[in-house]
């Protein structure tokens, strides 16, 4: 089949990678604003150089992979399904979750497939432990527990627009929560931090924080996140049931030195970037794209699962504003 690419920054580079060793995928048409960012990438891999998305759109593309920076994403997913291409977009949906309803809106009902990148979903430890709780081997839950913390913070320009760390971020725990458990969130409670580089802090943004879920079948969820963690990219999920206690992450890389006298558990070199730590995830999940496009599966995360996750963003982001606890619902309705 034949896809395109918008966008050839640091992500859209590394799908370009993937997808070209995929045995489905025979051409890549690419656009970028940047034209030294198209042409490197059409001479590493053979792909085609289109100047504009519409001419990507134009060119007989099968499928549409949209790596561009956020705020353009609401304008080429609605392009590319009212022009019937089947659409792969990096999350989130759009900058805010106001546009990102209107994107909903705007597409419902045309019968196009859009899937939205969280690539935790096609992680096969995730996977391994959805069907663990889905299968019943824990029993009944009772505890969760999601890590996402970065070894270092992106640039100042990026965390000025990236919304907040809760949008960001935590977004990515927030949806793999709702895949693994099969549960929705109906309250939070956040708080945060900034106790590192200043500007996020002049972002007003935190670098570090906690929240509280508790699941609509009474399940805790404990959330943590930050953009310091020296010794690596670290990304774990707990799962504890009347039954039985699971783990993703667990593993030598894991970055986190055990002082226990004797153990010389993890003994591998730490993950040092969400790159490393999901690379096989990501491959899954461009797979599963070419899937969708073939017609061979549904979209395994529909812009209506993150807009959910989107919703647990923004209840986090106004209870660590005010400082109390926040329900979904209050949150829907404005």
């Known amino acids: 089949m034949r896809i395109g690419i918008l966008g050839l920054g640091r992500i859209g580079a590394f799908h370009a990678e993937t997808l070209s060793a995929l045995d489905a995928v025979g051409s890549l048409v690419v656009a970028d604003p940047f034209a030294d960012a198209a042409r ?27 790596a561009a920076a956020t705020d353009a994403h609401p304008a080429l997913i609605r392009a590319a399904v009212e022009a019937g291409v089947p659409v792969f977009c990096e999350k989130p949906v759009a900058r805010t979750i106001a546009e990102g309803m209107d994107v909903l809106k705007a597409v419902s009902g045309l019968d196009v497939p859009v899937q939205i990148g969280f690539n935790r979903r096609f992680d ?15 029993g009944k839950l009772h505890t969760v527990r999601s890590t996402t913390l970065d070894p270092a913070p992106p640039p100042a320009a990026y965390i000025a627009a990236s919304g907040g760390i809760f949008r960001d971020c935590s977004v990515h725990d927030f949806d793999v929560i709702r895949w693994v458990t099969g ?85 591998g070199t730490p993950h040092d970037f969400f790159m490393d730590r999901f690379a096989a995830a990501y491959r899954a999940e461009l797979a599963a794209f070419t899937e969708v496009v073939a017609g061979a599966r549904p979209s395994p995360c529909t812009i209506e699962d993150a807009l959910e996750a989107g919703w647990i963003a923004e209840a986090c982001t106004l209870s660590l504003h005010e400082h109390r606890p926040v329900t979904i619902a209050e949150v829907r309705r404005g």
């Not at 001479?43 to 549409?64: H, K, N, W």
Request: net charge negative.
């Open 40 to 66: 490197a990438a059409a001479e590493r891999f053979g792909a085609e150089v289109a100047d504009s998305p519409e001419a990507v759109l134009a060119a007989g593309v099968d499928g549409v992979v949209i």
């Open 124 to 138: 096969a430890g995730f996977a391994a432990a959805r069907a663990a709780v889905r299968g019943g081997e824990l």
């Open 183 to 267: 549960r929705e969130v109906s309250e939070v409670y956040a708080v945060g931090g900034n106790r590192g580089a200043d500007f996020i802090r002049e972002a007003g943004d935190a670098d570090t924080t906690g929240a509280v879920l508790t699941l609509d079948d009474g399940t805790i969820a404990v959330i943590s996140n930050s953009r310091h963690n020296a010794r690596g990219y670290d990304v774990r999920m707990e799962i504890h049931g009347f039954d039985d206690s699971i783990a993703v992450g667990l593993e030598d890389k894991l970055p986190l030195r055990s002082v226990e006298p004797g153990t010389a558990f993890p003994a």
